[in-house]
């Protein structure tokens, strides 16, 4: 469990340093929403007030990234009521810009309260197919999953994306 909490507050240090470099043509806007529900639920831990617990869950996006995921989350609920948590993002199949293939994700996320909306960043991490060279990052924003198992949860995203520029053999 220590190592997963470093790592994850590793990627929360690299996520916060990320700036995307200069590139061959300018990037692209990348907009929609996430809208996901919870299929499981456990925790893993209670620690001063604290509650650590995980998650899977399935996901639809529209918007720039056109396609289903199925995500793991890792998240803690302070004895204050604030929320922090950190998602792996896997689209077995997804489209972007026309363009089809899988896709890897990261996100972070954190909320003051659980009556308060999600905030957070989001970083593409791998790709496969046309999406291989897809680099791409941004911002998360919404209200999350209520807890009724008929209505997923929305946050909305927005970003920047572009694919990088191929290289050319001798």
């Not at 620690?47 to 989350?73: K, L, P, R, V």
């Not at 496969?128 to 807890?147: E, I, N, S, V, Y």
């Not at 920047?160 to 053999?169: I, S, V, Y």
């Amino acid at each position: 469990m220590h190592k997963k909490l470093f790592v994850s507050l590793a990627m929360l240090v690299a996520l916060s340093l990320i700036s995307i470099p200069a590139l061959a043509g300018p990037p692209e806007d990348a907009s929609g929403e996430w809208c996901y529900t919870p299929e499981t639920m456990t925790v893993e831990k209670i620690a001063g007030g604290n509650q650590f617990f995980t998650t899977t869950e399935t996901a639809t996006w529209t918007g720039t990234f056109d396609g289903a995921s199925a995500d793991q989350c890792r998240a803690v609920i302070h004895s204050s009521g604030a929320w922090w948590g950190v998602c792996e993002i896997s689209f077995a199949s997804v489209t972007v810009g026309g363009k089809p293939g899988a896709l890897e994700m990261f996100a972070v996320l954190s909320r003051p309260g659980a009556s308060a909306d999600w905030i957070g960043k989001w970083v593409i991490t791998a790709g496969t197919g046309a999406l291989k060279d897809l680099r791409g990052q941004g911002t998360m924003w919404g209200p999350g999953w209520q807890g009724d198992p008929e209505v997923c949860g929305v946050i909305d995203y927005s970003g920047n994306m572009h694919f990088k520029p191929d290289k050319k053999q001798p």
